[in-house]
Every structure is written in structure tokens, then in C-alpha cells.
């Protein structure tokens, strides 16, 4: 059964840093594009990072871009989201997700994932 499970979510300071994880059961991650997703309260689920299958290509949001580096651990079939210099506004749930198509480039749109995980709270806050 594929399944994503995220961690390392919390409470930080604004300009700390939290590194979360994506681990991958039943699938491997380095088969297929993963995406990091975050929605805030009353917003809609917005894409901030993604690294295609076998890492070919990476993206990242314009709000996110020199904080957050998306990686892979292909030993621990697991991605990372390593957010620094964070932001209030950086306060969401955030979610992974994996894209099973063949595409060579990963996407930011939310409707070209297939699964996904369950999220982590990230709450950026003095």
C-alpha cells in the first residue's frame, strides 16, 4: 500500500528554521516527482516546492525561493523540506505528495499529485 508520512512539524520563532520529512512506504520515492504543499486557514493549498523523478528538475515557489531546499535520501526513501529564515506567513499545514506519471519535469499544480500525506502543522509565531 503506498503511503506518505510527514514529520518535523512545530512551533519556531521567525528566522528559525525546521527541517520536515517526507517518508515513502510501499512505492519508491525516487521513481516519481514529489511535491511539497502548504494551506493556510481559509486559503487554498498552494504548491512550494517539487523535485521530479530522479531529481532531474527542481521548482520552487517565488514566496519561498534562497529559504527552503527540497532533497532526497534515496537510502531512506525520503524527502526533505529544509525551511530557514522563516516567516509568520510561512504558517500552514503542510503536505507532500507523489506524481506517478512519467512527466520529466516536476509540477506545482495540486491536481497532477495522486497521493498524499496527512501534513504537518508548521506554526511560525513570536
Known amino acids: 500500500q503506498l503511503q506518505l508520512v510527514e514529520s518535523g512539524g512545530g512551533l519556531v520563532q521567525p528566522g528559525g528554521s525546521l527541517r520536515l520529512s517526507c517518508a515513502a512506504s510501499?512505492?519508491?520515492?525516487?521513481?516519481?516527482?514529489i511535491g511539497w504543499f502548504r494551506q493556510a486557514p481559509g486559503k487554498e493549498r498552494e504548491g512550494v516546492s517539487c523535485v521530479s523523478r530522479r531529481g532531474r528538475s527542481i521548482i520552487y515557489a517565488d514566496s519561498v525561493k534562497g529559504r527552503f531546499t527540497i532533497s532526497r535520501d534515496n537510502a531512506k526513501n525520503t524527502v526533505y523540506l529544509q525551511m530557514n529564515s522563516l516567516k509568520p506567513e510561512d504558517t500552514a499545514v503542510y503536505y507532500c505528495?507523489?506524481?506517478?506519471?512519467?512527466?520529466?519535469?516536476?509540477?506545482?499544480?495540486?491536481?497532477?499529485?495522486?497521493?498524499w500525506g496527512q501534513g504537518t502543522q508548521v506554526t511560525v509565531s513570536s
Open positions: 505528495a507523489v506524481d506517478v506519471s512519467t512527466r520529466s519535469v516536476c509540477s506545482s499544480r495540486k491536481d497532477e499529485y495522486h497521493y
Open positions: 510501499g512505492f519508491t520515492l525516487d521513481y516519481y516527482g
